[in-house]
């Protein structure tokens, strides 16, 4: 079973509340990974922001809606409670609760009328309530992630369409700007004196593997737009890199590796980084080569530590 939405979760969670007592937060996430026969798998599943635990941030979202509609009380750090409200709905023996159900608490339509009166930007973090709510409904948090990863992946195919316009010394520059980037070769000055070496047995450049230069790292950059880079070329690289007396090479291309190359680099002594141009890209959005930010959101959660007496 996959990991329930969040509006799943809400009567789950009620019905473990219903014994009165004060629950742990921590008690509740495992008993609903019990009750939905997680895996382990799923139940260690990281949001894409890696700071939770996608099923933590799930129970977490359902108890917070529940909360403002009234339904659970939080009755001290890392706890909470069911209300006579909440028990009110459960002797009602819902189907289900999601969304629409807490809208009909005046508790919870005051939370949407506040909602409401928020700043764009503001709106943009929260959940809203659609008169037609999608199953699954993710939360917030899920919704910035997805938000960031769809920009992300369109500027990253953004980037690898130019850099395809690029001339083949551009392309070179461009590696060595990167991998300096990345903390290889010490400078952009010291690491262009040994690029643009054609000729010199397919090998593309040169640059020190840290600022000391005590190993040496030799690059093959492949500008390609049709086809995958295929065992044979990845062989004459690693042959290649002999004649520098090199144990590391960085290949990297515009387009992909056929799987023979990546298997072939799994099996010799020598280490050899495949760059492709979806790696290329990304690698190029984190260390700020080619791109630049023109927008910064600040994400704010409650210090719990700070409200401790």
Same mark, same amino acid.
């Given at each position: 079973?996959s990991?329930?939405?969040?509006?799943?979760?809400?009567?789950?969670?009620?019905?473990?509340?219903?014994? !009165?007592?004060? =629950?742990? *937060?921590?008690?509740?996430?495992r008993?609903?990974?019990?009750?939905? @026969?997680?895996?382990?798998?799923?139940r260690?599943?990281?949001? #894409?922001?890696?700071?939770?635990? %996608?099923?933590?941030?799930?129970?977490? =979202?359902?108890?917070?809606?529940?909360?403002?509609?009234?339904?659970?009380?939080?009755?001290?750090?890392?706890?909470?409670k069911?209300?006579? &409200?909440?028990?009110?709905?459960?002797?009602?023996?819902?189907?289900?609760? &999601?969304l629409? %159900?807490?809208?009909?608490? #005046?508790?919870?339509? !005051?939370?949407?009328?506040?909602?409401?009166?928020?700043?764009?930007?503001?709106?943009?973090?929260?959940v809203?309530?659609?008169?037609?709510?999608?199953?699954?409904?993710?939360?917030?948090?899920?919704?910035? @992630? $997805?938000?960031?990863?769809e920009?992300?992946?369109?500027?990253?195919?953004?980037?690898l369409e130019?850099?395809?316009?690029?001339?083949d010394?551009?392309f070179?520059?461009?590696? %060595?700007?990167?991998l300096?980037?990345?903390?290889?070769?010490?400078?952009?000055?010291?690491?262009? /004196?040994? %690029?643009?070496?054609?000729?010199?047995g397919?090998? &593309?450049?040169?640059? /020190?593997?840290?600022?000391l230069?005590?190993?040496?790292?030799?690059?093959?950059?492949?500008? =390609?737009?049709?086809?995958?880079?295929?065992?044979?070329?990845?062989?004459?690289?690693?042959?290649?890199?002999?004649?520098?007396?090199?144990?590391?090479?960085?290949?990297?291309?515009?387009?992909?590796?056929?799987?023979? $190359?990546?298997?072939?680099?799994?099996?010799?002594?020598?280490?050899?980084?495949?760059? @492709?141009?979806?790696?290329?890209?990304?690698?190029?959005?984190?260390?700020?080569?080619?791109?630049?930010?023109?927008?910064?959101?600040?994400? /704010?959660?409650?210090? *719990?530590?700070?409200?401790?007496?």
């Amino acid at each position: 079973m996959s990991i329930p939405d969040f509006q799943s979760l809400m009567l789950p969670l009620l019905r473990l509340l219903a014994d !009165e007592r004060e =629950w742990a *937060m921590r008690d509740l996430t495992r008993a609903l990974e019990d009750e939905f @026969d997680l895996t382990e798998g799923e139940r260690q599943e990281m949001l #894409p922001s890696g700071y939770t635990r %996608v099923i933590v941030n799930r129970v977490g =979202w359902a108890k917070a809606h529940m909360k403002e509609a009234g339904l659970i009380a939080s009755v001290r750090r890392g706890y909470a409670k069911i209300t006579g &409200d909440g028990k009110a709905l459960l002797a009602r023996n819902p189907a289900s609760i &999601d969304l629409k %159900v807490l809208v009909q608490f #005046p508790a919870y339509q !005051e939370f949407q009328k506040r909602k409401k009166s928020e700043t764009a930007a503001e709106v943009a973090a929260e959940v809203a309530v659609p008169e037609q709510v999608a199953t699954p409904l993710i939360t917030p948090d899920e919704q910035i @992630d $997805a938000s960031h990863t769809e920009l992300h992946e369109a500027l990253a195919a953004e980037i690898l369409e130019q850099v395809i316009l690029f001339s083949d010394s551009r392309f070179e520059q461009l590696v %060595v700007e990167l991998l300096v980037a990345m903390g290889y070769g010490g400078s952009i000055a010291d690491a262009g /004196k040994a %690029v643009g070496r054609r000729g010199d047995g397919g090998i &593309d450049g040169v640059i /020190k593997e840290d600022r000391l230069g005590l190993d040496v790292i030799v690059i093959q950059a492949k500008k =390609w737009t049709n086809g995958s880079v295929g065992r044979p070329d990845v062989q004459a690289f690693v042959g290649s890199m002999e004649g520098f007396r090199a144990s590391k090479g960085v290949f990297i291309t515009t387009s992909t590796f056929s799987g023979p $190359a990546v298997e072939y680099i799994q099996q010799i002594q020598r280490k050899i980084a495949l760059i @492709d141009g979806r790696l290329l890209a990304n690698l190029m959005i984190e260390h700020g080569v080619g791109v630049t930010t023109y927008r910064t959101i600040q994400l /704010k959660r409650l210090d *719990m530590d700070y409200f401790q007496e």
